[in-house]
């Protein structure tokens, strides 16, 4: 499966984004839908995963609350929802499908990645 990570940017401390991942090639709704971020010096980090159906997720508790995945598979996207953002957010963000569980939150849990897309939080 390809994925295409859009919807980065400039947005200031406390404003929303909403990131979209389009997969093509393969059935999406067979996959655990994830996405990661990895800043400037930092390895890559999990931050929230959903199931092949939608009906469960599982957030970083860096990110509860605050942000919110979803998917649509009639689509074959995966998005996700960010507000109350925070300096600390700014990130390359990847989407990201796997078989495994919606708990692995180790970046090999997945196997399909897309390219990243940018979110840049100024405060």
């Known amino acids: 499966v390809q994925l295409q990570a859009s919807g980065g940017g400039l947005v200031q401390a406390g404003g929303s984004l909403r990131l979209s991942c389009a997969a093509s090639?393969?059935?999406?709704?067979?996959?655990?839908g994830g996405w990661f971020r990895q800043a400037p010096g930092k390895e890559r980090e999990f931050v929230v995963s959903?199931?092949?159906?939608?009906?469960?997720?599982y957030y970083a508790d860096s990110v509860k609350g605050r942000f919110t995945i979803s998917r649509d598979n009639a689509k074959n996207t995966v998005y996700l929802q960010m507000n109350s953002l925070k300096p600390e957010d700014t990130a390359v963000y990847y989407c990201?499908?796997?078989?495994?569980?919606?708990?692995?939150?180790?970046?090999?849990?997945?196997?399909?990645w897309g390219q990243g897309t940018l979110v840049t939080v100024s405060s």
């Open positions: 090639g393969r059935t999406f709704s067979n996959y655990v």
């Open positions: 990201a499908a796997g078989l495994k569980s919606v708990y692995c939150t180790d970046y090999g849990c997945y196997d399909h």
């Open positions: 959903i199931t092949r159906s939608g009906g469960m997720t």
